[in-house]
């Protein structure tokens, strides 16, 4: 059943948080309000189970009306079509799916709702919401979840977003359950200030024999512990750059391929290579306590090159898996966890022979 009774949002004057879903549904519209059939009552459940009381955040949908068959496919057109309407700025739902003008009009609605309630943070419930509220494609919900970014919707640009997936999926995938609720709580987490915090960091690149040198001195002489990752070229087995962070505020990238040189060598002479590499050994060899991220396949490349990884304690890959097995143990999915980050490996630069 399709209805076009509309169905206004829910909006308590002191909310800081705003969840946004993507049309009502057969319950919602019947009883005249946002997620209150069986989607909303696993709403209910994730609320509960992330710390957040639905009665003091706010609830709408991109859509005040039930779509077509439930399905916003019914309200888009192709692109071939989008050519033909006269200053069309709205951004595609998806590759080859536009949403038609004259259903623009929801978007304006949801940013004036936005406006009138000025929350600290907004939580997309699904691929629908994250487009609606970022501009980004519907089908990127799985990359971009859990990463906070910024409203592109007139006149809320300064409002933050976090995406997860909408609680029909988890309906469907039960999985999600756990990734959903983590989600939340990192939103419960940004609703407390309006601003973006992010983590405060220093990254040396293109360094010297000099600047290794003295980031050795500086940083990494001191440490504790010392955390390693590598890039690597697995077609020419070849290690592309070694990175070390002293802590979370600072590391050093050490180069090893630079593209853009005729020989693709960033270090100008054979002789500066090797001492960069002896560099490394060192670091690596040394007493420090060291720390990485899906560790065994960073320590074989480094092996490969004779070198030797002494005092290795800790792989946080494994450290996440054995807290949290039910949740992915992928870097994208735990840096939308433990970081303040955008959702970075939607922009990784390919090389022009390499992964990463």
């Not at 419930?125 to 089908?139: H, N, V, Y």
């Not at 999926?169 to 989600?183: E, G, M, N, Q, T």
């Not at 040394?286 to 092996?303: I, R, S």
Request: charged share 20%; with cysteine.
């Amino acid at each position: 059943m399709t209805a076009t009774n509309s169905v206004q949002g829910v909006f308590p004057p002191s909310a800081r948080m705003l969840l946004v879903g993507e049309a009502p549904g057969d319950e919602e519209v019947f009883r005249g309000t946002p997620f209150v059939g069986p989607s909303g009552k696993l709403l209910d459940s994730l609320l509960r189970v992330s710390g957040i009381d639905r009665a003091v955040v706010g609830v709408t949908n991109v859509f005040d009306v039930q779509l077509p068959g439930n399905d916003l496919a019914a309200w888009c057109a192709q692109a071939t079509e989008r050519v033909t309407w006269v200053q069309y700025r709205i951004p595609p739902v998806d590759r080859a799916m536009n949403l038609r003008p004259e259903f623009g009009r929801h978007l304006d609605r949801l940013a004036q709702e936005i406006v009138g309630l000025r929350p600290n943070i907004v939580v997309a419930l699904g691929g629908t919401a994250m487009w609606a509220l970022t501009g980004a494609l519907s089908s990127e919900v799985t990359k971009r979840r859990g990463a906070v970014t910024m409203c592109s919707l007139p006149g809320c640009t300064g409002v933050k977003v976090i995406p997860t997936f909408h609680p029909a999926f988890v309906l469907r995938s039960y999985k999600a359950f756990p990734i959903v609720a983590a989600d939340l709580i990192k939103a419960k987490g940004e609703e407390e200030f309006p601003e973006v915090r992010t983590t405060p960091r220093t990254l040396w690149v293109e360094p010297t024999l000099a600047d290794l040198r003295t980031f050795k001195e500086r940083y990494l002489d001191p440490a504790e512990m010392i955390s390693i990752d590598i890039e690597t070229i697995p077609k020419f087995r070849q290690i592309t750059c070694v990175g070390f962070a002293p802590s979370a505020g600072v590391s050093i990238c050490v180069p090893f391929v630079d593209w853009r040189r005729p020989n693709r060598c960033y270090w100008p002479t054979a002789d500066e290579e090797a001492q960069a590499w002896a560099w490394v050994k060192g670091v690596c060899e040394g007493p420090a306590a060291k720390l990485g991220q899906n560790f065994t396949y960073d320590f074989q490349w480094l092996w490969t090159q004779g070198i030797a990884v002494r005092n290795y304690v800790h792989d946080t890959r494994l450290l996440h898996h054995a807290l949290y097995p039910e949740l992915p143990k992928d870097l994208g999915f735990m840096g939308s966890m433990y970081a303040r980050e955008g959702a970075w490996k939607m922009f990784r630069v390919k090389t022009e022979k390499g992964n990463d």
